[in-house]
Nanobody
Framework: VQLVESGGGLVQAGGSLRLSCAAS????????MGWYRQAPGKQREFVAH???????MYADSVKGRFTIARDNARNMMYLQMNNLKPEDTAHYYC????????WGQGTQVTVSS
């Protein structure tokens, strides 16, 4: 499974961004797809995930602001991020579970105050 993220960038606080993750390879066996993020000097943390059946979970810090979605027909996953805060600044990674965890290279999100 190969994962490629896009859509990161620089945005002012209160703004929005949409991240995309394109999956290729042995995608038919993908169950969970999700997003994690890592800020400088911090551990990688869970942001959101969505299962093949559509079950969704969010980190408390992003509930009500971020929306995860999955388009199985296009092998894509998205993260709509609204009302961004400076503390959302991080490198965002797409991940997928089949028989193990796969990770993309990530995309940088920077939120200025």
């Amino acid at each position: 499974v190969q994962l490629v993220e896009s859509g990161g960038g620089l945005v002012q606080a209160g703004g929005s961004l949409r991240l995309s993750c394109a999956a290729s390879g042995s995608i038919s066996s993908i169950n969970i797809m999700g997003w994690y993020r890592q800020a400088p000097g911090k551990q990688r943390e869970f942001v959101a995930h969505i299962t093949a059946g559509g079950t969704i979970m969010y980190a408390d810090s992003v509930k009500g602001r971020f929306t995860i979605a999955r388009d199985n027909a296009r092998n894509m996953m998205y993260l709509q991020m609204n009302n961004l805060k400076p503390e959302d600044t991080a490198h965002y990674y797409c991940t997928a579970w089949t028989t193990g965890w796969y990770w993309g290279q990530g995309t940088q999100v920077t939120v200025s105050s």
